[in-house]
């Protein structure tokens, strides 16, 4: 409800006792949380009358401090500080309970000068309410322990805290601020001298008033072992004040319960940050600050939004603990939102190259989607920290903006990652730079590195992932071509993604020279270029075996766009491929398809190794699926065939299916088989039944989203499917989910399934 500020002071009015000392009623259970949830709603508009209103809201938290015997009373007034706040600085307090609440609520609990105090609060939330800090955020934390029937404040479960049966806690985006900071401190400390009192003269606990005596509501020894605070608002007060708490002193730790803290994202500064990386540099206990993890020594830190400071207290943690394994993809490392170079914040990419030169272990480095520009690449690569490691590196710099602006393909940070991956001539790097802007200058300057120089520099880059950067040759002359660049400078290249990169005929020219003498090239991709018939043609050349037998003979995965018959069949021919990824291609359905298929049938039933054939969504017609049949593709080691999305319906005749059927039956490897999404209706499975289909190896049959149980004038659908189950010989697993079949023709097709004993999986959702 909206009961406003006068409703609500009304209300506390209501519950005050009267003079007498009895109470005007028998209320035990009052909840506010949504009370102020519309705050702009019932705030006026003029600044003085606004502020007026909100000192209204405060004295209900102030007066509710009082009450008896409450046992239930949530004081969140955190909805209302969405309101617009007050500008002038008379009223700048006034967005939040603030000091002058907090202090009613400490009297409330520990009692006034009249002597009213609450004896039955068991539910205190303050989260979200940043102006309560200080001296004031000190006497209320400390009324807030000293509460005997206190269970739960700012959403820590203080009974559990005390007494040690919580050994990880979990705060993370809980709006909560100094006050749950200060709590836990005074919970975890133990008594001593701490590191951070500077030589520990006086042997007593550093706080914000001066030096003094630990409070005795102090946490069971060995209990508290996890503590996640990121996401919230403790601030540099809060961090210091945790430090305080965790900081060893002559006699042990303070703490020495706590291993891992997390503290990111918490708009923690250089005074938070040092005293925090001071703890962590001498205790022997806390392993981390950030909430990494200890075994194996890694941190995943994805998707959390880190900004410059929480990167600057990640490299500080690093000069302290090495890590294997850092994920950083979606945040912003260098502080930057769009696309300006003024903008990124080079001092904490520095300080994260600084702390990477700590992890001569690291054997993984993700930093997608950071909006890393030029700039911050350079800084990044220019410390040397790539070569101060021994284990092989995968890289990860895929969607970022190291070429800069749209057009403006900058090449100083490829030049800077160039000169990094030189200096590892004994570390063998996988790499990922997708989706970075890179033009033809770029991945000159990123080739760099391995040409003239010594052969173990060349051959440190294993992986090189360049999908989605437009570093197609048009634009350049032909000496200043990408493609030769790239390959003569790495010689060792195992994977090689060049998919989407506005390749041409003229690359492809380029490229198939190099590919006789990548011996070690087991992964290609070309995904997504329009290399031309010219282009297939060149490559097929390149790739078939030529009189002196010199062939890539390692070569096993390749994805390809247009004209991919051509090269699939000169690929297949090769005998060393084993997977041939042909999907979404529009290969079929052309004047020449049908000769086309037959070759490429030619060559799968020639191909030795060649085990799974993908020609989904081809636009397969009749005659293109007759010259697959014809060629032979079914008498080789062909284990799976994928042909959904493109056969069947009008596209293919009950004679063409006949002839897949008896050419599937004649395979002796073929397991599986998917014709999904085919628009196969009943009188098309009568021809895969009449063919023989189910007779042979298959065991796998993939027939999801068809039309087999449609009631169409042709063939009647229960027939069809109690001839089908009756065929079923060696099937092990059949998929017929979503073919609209009917109660009776599912009846018909479970009694043709009678006494059978192979079907082991079946699908008719």
């Not at 809980?174 to 003269?201: E, H, M, Y």
């Not at 940050?273 to 001071?278: F, M, Y």
């Not at 392993?287 to 020594?297: E, F, I, M, R, Y």
């Not at 697959?628 to 062909?638: C, D, E, I, P, T």
Request: hydrophobic letters at 40%; aromatic letters at 4%; charged letters at 20%.
């Amino acid at each position: 409800n909206i009961i406003g500020p006068r409703g609500g002071y009304t209300l506390a009015v209501a519950l005050m006792p009267m003079e007498n000392g009895k109470l005007r009623c028998s209320l035990n259970t009052l909840d506010l949380t949504a009370a102020y949830q519309k705050a702009k709603q019932i705030l006026p508009s003029q600044p003085i009358q606004r502020a007026k209103t909100m000192r209204y809201m405060r004295s209900v938290a102030e007066d509710l401090a009082f009450k008896k015997p409450l046992n239930y009373v949530q004081v969140d007034l955190a909805e209302y500080m969405a309101s617009e706040e007050v500008k002038n600085d008379r009223f700048e307090d006034c967005n939040s309970i603030g000091t002058k609440g907090a202090k009613a609520l400490m009297e409330g609990l520990v009692g006034n000068a009249e002597g009213f105090y609450n004896t039955s609060l068991q539910t205190l939330d303050l989260s979200n309410n940043p102006a309560i800090h200080g001296e004031a955020a000190q006497q209320l934390v400390d009324a807030v322990l000293e509460s005997s029937t206190l269970h739960d404040f700012c959403r820590m479960p203080m009974c559990g805290l005390k007494d040690g049966s919580v050994r990880k806690l979990e705060l993370k985006n809980r709006k909560i601020g100094v006050l749950s900071a200060l709590a836990l401190s005074k919970l975890l400390v133990s008594r001593g001298p701490s590191i951070l009192a500077g030589d520990g003269v006086g042997g007593g606990l550093l706080t914000s008033t001066g030096v003094g005596t630990p409070p005795v509501h102090c946490m069971q020894h060995g209990a508290l072992v996890t503590l996640n605070l990121a996401g919230n608002q403790i601030g540099d007060e809060g961090a210091e004040a945790l430090a305080m708490a965790l900081a060893p002193t002559s006699q042990g730790p303070f703490n020495s319960s706590l291993r891992t803290l997390d503290v990111l994202s918490n708009g923690i500064r250089d005074p938070g940050r040092t005293a925090l990386l001071t703890v962590l540099r001498h205790s022997k206990t806390l392993s981390s600050v950030c909430g990494a993890q200890t075994n194996p020594p890694s941190i995943d830190l994805s998707g959390r939004h880190l900004g410059p400071e929480d990167m600057k207290l990640l490299a500080g943690e690093l000069n302290f603990r090495s890590m294997t394994t850092i994920v950083l993809d979606k945040n912003r490392l260098a502080g930057r939102e769009g696309l300006n170079a003024e903008e990124e914040d080079v001092e904490a990419v520095l300080a994260l190259a600084t702390g990477l030169m700590q992890c001569p272990g690291l054997s993984r480095l993700s930093v997608r989607r950071n909006k890393l520009g030029p700039k911050a690449a350079t800084v990044l690569f220019e410390t040397p920290w790539m070569a101060h490691g021994a284990p092989p590196l995968i890289l990860d710099l895929s969607y970022n903006f190291i070429g800069g602006r749209p057009e403006e393909d900058a090449t100083w940070g490829f030049a800077a990652l160039s000169a990094a991956i030189r200096q590892c001539s004994d570390r063998s790097t996988e790499l990922d730079v997708s989706h970075n802007m890179m033009g033809p200058e770029g991945a000159c300057a990123l080739a760099a590195c391995g040409v003239g120089c010594e052969t173990r520099a060349s051959e440190a880059l294993s992986v090189l992932k360049l999908a989605g950067n437009p570093i197609g040759g048009g634009k350049l002359p032909h000496e200043r071509h990408a493609i030769p660049s790239l390959l003569s400078g790495y010689v060792a290249l195992q994977v090689l993604d060049l998919s989407c990169c506005e390749l041409g005929a003229r690359d492809m020219e380029a490229l198939a020279g190099f590919l006789r003498m990548y011996r070690s090239l087991s992964t290609f991709s070309l995904a997504g270029n329009g290399i031309g018939p010219e282009g297939g043609t060149a490559l097929a050349v390149a790739l078939t075996p030529s009189i002196d037998g010199m062939i890539n003979g390692s070569l096993n995965t390749i994805t390809v766009s247009e004209d991919a018959i051509i090269l699939g069949a000169a690929l297949a021919f090769s005998g060393s491929l084993n997977k041939l990824l042909l999907a979404r291609n529009n290969i079929g359905s052309s004047v020449a398809s049908s000769e086309a298929f037959e070759v490429l049938g030619k060559a799968i039933s020639g191909g030795g190794r060649l085990q799974t054939v993908d020609l989904s969504q081809n636009s397969i017609v009749a005659q293109d699926l007759t010259g697959l049949v014809v060629g032979g593709a079914f008498s080789s080691a062909l284990t799976t065939l994928n042909l959904s999305v493109g056969i069947g319906g009008d596209a293919a005749s009950q004679e063409t299916l006949e002839a897949l059927g008896r050419a599937v039956m004649k395979s002796a490897s073929l397991t599986t088989l998917d014709l999904s999404k085919n628009a196969l209706k009943p009188e098309d499975v009568a021809g895969l039944v009449a063919g023989g289909l189910f007779s042979g190896s298959l065991t796998t049959l993939l027939l999801r989203e068809n039309l087999i149980g449609y009631e169409g004038k042709r063939m009647d659908a229960v027939d069809t499917l109690w001839a089908m189950s009756c065929a079923l010989h060696s099937l092990t697993e059949l998929d017929l989910a979503e073919n609209s079949i009917s109660p009776k023709a599912a009846a018909a097709f479970a009694d043709g399934l009678a006494g059978n004993n192979h079907l082991s999986t079946l699908n008719l959702a």
